[in-house]
């Protein structure tokens, strides 16, 4: 069975299926913040969409991360290990993009176990 929740005019926030859950590409809600602030962001939206589906961050799988600025990383990174400790680190990729938006500076896809 596949669960879909969240639904968006283009996607789903999140799909469950199979043990999974795919987490769609999260970008944080004040884009006035800088790169930490949002990655921060994320991770507390990355919290309660895996939450909605009896999951948490310790059973993430896989992230890919996007950014306009590789070299704003050390600051995402920053977030990132504060908000998921070592041991729990998922697969992970960060990509430099051009473009994702005015403003927007970070998108985080997750895969999770249920």
């Not at 969409?49 to 961050?57: A, P, S, V």
């Not at 993430?60 to 990132?80: C, G, H, K």
Request: proline share 4%; net charge neutral; no cysteine.
């Amino acid at each position: 069975m596949i669960k879909r929740n969240g639904p968006m005019a283009i996607g789903h926030k999140s799909v469950e299926h199979n043990g999974l859950v795919y987490v769609g590409g999260l970008i944080a809600t004040d884009l006035s913040l800088d790169m930490k602030g949002q990655t921060e962001q994320i991770t507390r939206k990355i919290d309660d969409i895996l939450r909605d589906h009896g999951t948490d961050k310790h059973k993430l799988l896989s992230a890919t991360i996007f950014v306009t600025d590789l070299s704003q990383r050390p600051a995402m990174n920053e977030a990132w290990r504060a908000w998921i400790p070592g041991s729990d680190l998922p697969a992970r990729a960060t990509l430099g993009v051009s473009d994702l938006g005015p403003n927007v500076l970070i998108e985080v896809t997750a895969i999770a176990a249920i």
